[in-house]
């Protein structure tokens, strides 16, 4: 456990390269305050989708939130543009590796080992509920920068009120009135 | 939902005022990025426990963890030395009100409110491990800090050993296990 | 006096929690940096009060504004927030108490704590000029902020105009049109 | 006022470029940090002078300490080593004219002029006690950055012991006791 | 060379002065990173004067880019409102003194003081290109900046247009050509 | 040519994320500056060569230096453990890509791309010097931190005085001497 109690101490120093590319200064946003406020979200998400009847086994969604972007912490948090260069594979087998490196060794690496594909292949509701608070959890970021005075973020807004991140019924419902209320909020500015 | 998603971004800006009073530099560790250690802490120990034959919900303990610290949007990290000023059952007061806030209106408050009561007054197991993860946490990011230069942190180690954060049997084990752990490595520096 | 020396270096890095909680990065500015401000603001009122024939003591007024804040090396620096679920009087008296530790075995500890009393109660005019040179410091940073692109700020301008501090007469006159030429450079932004 | 009020700000963002060049992170110490920390040393040195009998006007201390660094927002603070390359007449007319360009039109221009000029000159008692607050407010912070683990400072406290700001008698004591208190701790380390 | 790969890493760390004092924070651009910034921007400059059939040594301006600020590392970045108090002259004699000292005792030296020299007198067509590369890398900086949010850069834009660097034929075309193409862009902002 | 000045500007922002994942602050160096000390670097080094006999093109050495970088605006910049999940190759081909996307349309955008695939492919004399300032701008920064307080470095100087960077007779003497000089440096710490 040792080695990963302090290989995660290094996600609250990255930054969230996206940002800084956008002119964000240094420390805007770590990977580990991101992956929180993805768990948070999730678990707001997941309970929401419970309270309207979806069966949704919420401590799922936290275990895969929490783990999604541990791998960085050998990989560091490459940018989107980085995909067009490597290919969308060639970047999961790569983050798939170093995922199983950081937790060799560990009581349940091989249940950490299904959450993180699960989370790459957006296998089940649990996952792709995680990747929509993914997603949500950049807006929310996104629009606090922009009440505070950034601008050059809009790339992130196009097509937000669209993406269904392959959610159906209400868990798909859950998920286009956060965002809607998020593009909302920001139309108000 | 949408007033909690925006206000938990604050979190992700607030420093840990502890950190800052010995000397590092703003930006060493923000409150969400000290949360997301904590929670991804408490679910290793958790998952721990639970392999060793411990009855214990993860769910909640993730639940917790997520929520231990998300009044701070509202009352600032306080530092350690506060507590000594206001008296322990003021600040708890406080951070309840604050939390219940900050939750009013959303679907499950009172079922958030009841978790944050949990941790406030260490009623069950899930709560004394996320206790545990918080004095964890804070032990790995300090051994991280002074691996990289720091001094001064000595004070965090004193008596951390020792500490047993009411838990007992093999609960017990597992957290002097993983402390023991960081204080061994803090020893080979 | 070592001790006072050593402590008040904490004030240098701790930041004003308030812009931090609207977004301004990690380092915006110090409670040091604002006590500074927020005495060359206090001797630039009170000489200018003195000038339309005031009687007013300039040296407690700088005395005063440069003790202000200093408890906060130990209480950290609380958002107005916070109040409301500490309640003023639990507040004033965590400040007296922590401010009497840190002066302890100084010479002049009781001098040094009937100005910080004078300050909390607002009971003399020094102390009410101090009082508005902390709104007014906190003005013109704002403005600052505002001219380099920072938003979200407005509530810090919001009944500024008609704030008087307890003022009466010139003194009263001076803060206002202090204030005001602020009020009227932000306009022309 | 309006301008002096907003043109102070930038010592709030401004670093102390000695730091800097040492290796200390951006935002280590603002100019208004240190002009804080030199004010309130030098409120803490002249009441012990006062208390030991010295005729001394705190006042006057306290409003040259608040001045003596404000030109900065124009001339930047430059490293020590610059003045080896501009000559110190040089650079003291441009610090003086930069000054009474930022004071120009205000109520006291000229009284702020001659603080100004006193602390350049060190001609008075209270300029004397200024200067070695500025050295002690110096070592303090160098001292709390070694302790959080900075190194190469040495050249700071070379000579310090025996520096004695021109000054005399109970003064000079004073001065010599918080050198030396600095120094004793500091060989604790 | 020991000493003076040494004192290069100074640069890294220094802050350029003139966005500190508009309210960026700090970190925003480094004397290395504005350098860098120059070498490349002057070598796209060069590339296309010699594809127009201008007689230029590339060779010559990419050194003259990356000596132009090493001065920096002792005499610190200063602001442009500097050489008011200072005077032009007094400046490039300290500056030439300070980048004499750096490279004393190289292999080149007074090679490399022939081309620092060269920048100051802007003497040659190189030196002259390497004065437009820095003003267009402070435009395109200045840029960056204010499509991200900054506000209050517009003084950097007036009489951008019109400058020529005392260039001439299609040296200055070029150099016209990318300061329209930076002003038109950020007329579509 | 509007494009790339833009484009690179992003590099002034970016982390070097090594030092990052070491614990050092966010904004400890960005590419961007590491460029300049590589360019600078190369050209000292480049120079002695030519002085010891060595028939080198420091322009090409400055070009190859200023561009070897640049693809990072959009592949980041990646740890050195990324490679082993990634391999060498697919790296390669995705540095490559991202470069001529930059540069398309730019005049010369195949001489530039040769130069970087020179760089690359370490095919010229000149490529490998620019390798070889690289590990020494790498080094001079470590001693920078390390001389600052920085720990946990070490592993940057294993094997660092025998690295021969693929060069041969007195190219290689240069660079060893250089490396040895901050070797031997180090050791008097």
Redesign the interface.
Known sequence: ??S???E????????R?GW???????????V??????V???A???A??CA?RGVGVD??RV??IA??HD?QE???????R??AD??GKE?RR???R??FDDIMRG???AA?YAELHEDYESRASLEARLVKAADG??LL??A???E??????LGEFWEGAAERDFQLEGAAREVVR??VA??VD?RSRQ
């Open positions: 456990m040792l990963v109690l302090l995660l101490q290094r996600l609250k120093r990255l930054d390269t800084v590319l956008r002119g964000l200064p240094p420390g805007a946003e770590s580990a305050a991101h992956s929180y406020g768990a948070l979200t678990m707001l998400l309970d929401e309270a919420v401590g936290l275990r929490l783990l541990l912490t050998r990989t560091g948090d490459m940018p543009t980085v260069y490597y060639a087998a790569a983050e590796a170093a560990s009581t349940g249940a949500i959890d929310a970021q629009l606090a920068f009440r505070a005075g950034s601008r050059g009135e956060a209320a998020l909020e």
